[in-house]
């Protein structure tokens, strides 16, 4: 279903009916490592990535690259995401989501990140991920 | 023009035609630690706002009490803003923009924001402030 392509061995693009659809597949990528997939899920043109710290990497193939370069340095990571907030129109798709990462010793990083999703012919995809470690001591908030 | 309530002491919401409008009278509003406009140019309800480092602030009188407890602690900033990318749909538009503040002594610190704008009857209204610092050294990307 999520193949828009033919063999499974050269996805192009997922097919994905809904934003909460393509945030359940970009997590999945994301814990499996799983790179053809995080490419697929991306939209073309000038789709924007942040990492925690860095600066922003704009470009389908630089993105695509920069999730590669992470998945070759990284065990699984076992990430639990969580929806904090949706705002929606017709064809996008802004989400504030907690992503608690185990950092192994039984320590957790906590990561806030803004998903966008936009809808095309075949169905939902990303644009735009802007992720921000919470910092331990940072002021209370409504997030635990 | 930009007020849509009555005496200039009694702002209730902004009236902001574009979301680039509303955009400049943010960081307008930033530069001048004015807290009156910060409140008034974001939408009611729901509202999210991640200061750098920090957690998610949700609701509208949780999210102007955070801006009024930043600006009474500041001295008024020096920042440039740069859109970096804009996303939009008919009623909902997400920027990236890069944010170059002066800290003194000449030394700046770069911020990445991800700014959401969503169209109501009266106009364009903020719904989402997503900050993050880039950290001096962070990988090399498309915006230096």
Request: charge should be negative; include cysteine.
């Amino acid at each position: 279903m999520r193949n828009g392509g033919g063999a499974s061995m050269s996805i192009r693009k997922l097919t994905m009916r809904t934003p909460d659809e393509a945030e359940a597949v970009f997590y999945e990528a994301f814990q499996h490592c799983d790179s053809a997939v995080m490419e697929a899920l991306w939209a073309d043109g000038d789709v924007v990535c942040v990492h925690p710290g860095s600066g922003a990497i704009i470009g389908h193939a630089q993105v695509a690259r920069s999730f590669t370069h992470i998945f070759s340095n990284a065990q699984r990571p076992d990430i639990q995401f969580s929806v904090v907030q949706r705002v929606a129109s017709d064809d996008l798709a802004v989400h504030l989501v907690t992503e608690d990462i185990a950092t192994g010793q039984g320590a957790m990083a906590r990561v806030l990140a803004t998903n966008v999703y936009r809808k095309y012919a075949q169905g939902w995809l990303m644009v735009e991920h802007h992720a921000s470690v919470v910092q331990a001591g940072s002021q209370p908030t409504t997030v635990q």
